[in-house]
């Protein structure tokens, strides 16, 4: 089984750039795809951004498109999130998750295991 542990999260001015991070235990880290979701205050869990085994492939929630990259270092099983332009509505606790399925999945029902979450808070 495999457990995630998210870092980055923090206090934030509108504009700013953080980067979060997500660590994995398991050492066949490469054998996932990951993703990246968010969730608001009073608001579902939606999908943010995600990225393939290898890191080739990578998809992302219009919404945060040309702001946010997604990456992974395999050598040292973490998957990054790097957020630029940050604006109010970014702020949510964000969550990594990791997937054995083939593709990219955006569907939180698509993804295996989960971290317990950071929180990003962007201030006007």
């Known amino acids: 089984q495999v457990q995630l542990a998210e870092s980055g999260g923090e206090l934030v001015q509108v504009g700013g750039s953080l980067r979060l991070s997500c660590a994995a235990s398991?050492?066949?880290?490469?054998?996932?795809?990951m993703g990246w979701f968010r969730q608001a205050p009073g608001k579902e869990r939606e999908f943010v951004a995600a990225i393939s085994r290898s890191g080739v492939s990578t998809y992302y929630a219009d919404s945060v498109k040309g702001r946010f990259t997604i990456s992974r270092d395999n050598a040292k099983n973490t998957v990054y999130l790097q957020m630029n332009s940050l604006k109010p509505e970014d702020t949510a606790d964000y969550y990594c998750?990791?997937?054995?399925?083939?593709?990219?999945?955006?569907?939180?029902?698509?993804?295996?295991?989960w971290g317990q979450g950071t929180q990003v808070s962007v201030s006007s």
């Open positions: 998750a990791a997937s054995i399925r083939v593709g990219l999945g955006v569907g939180r029902t698509q993804y295996d295991y």
């Open positions: 398991e050492r066949t880290f490469s054998s996932y795809a």
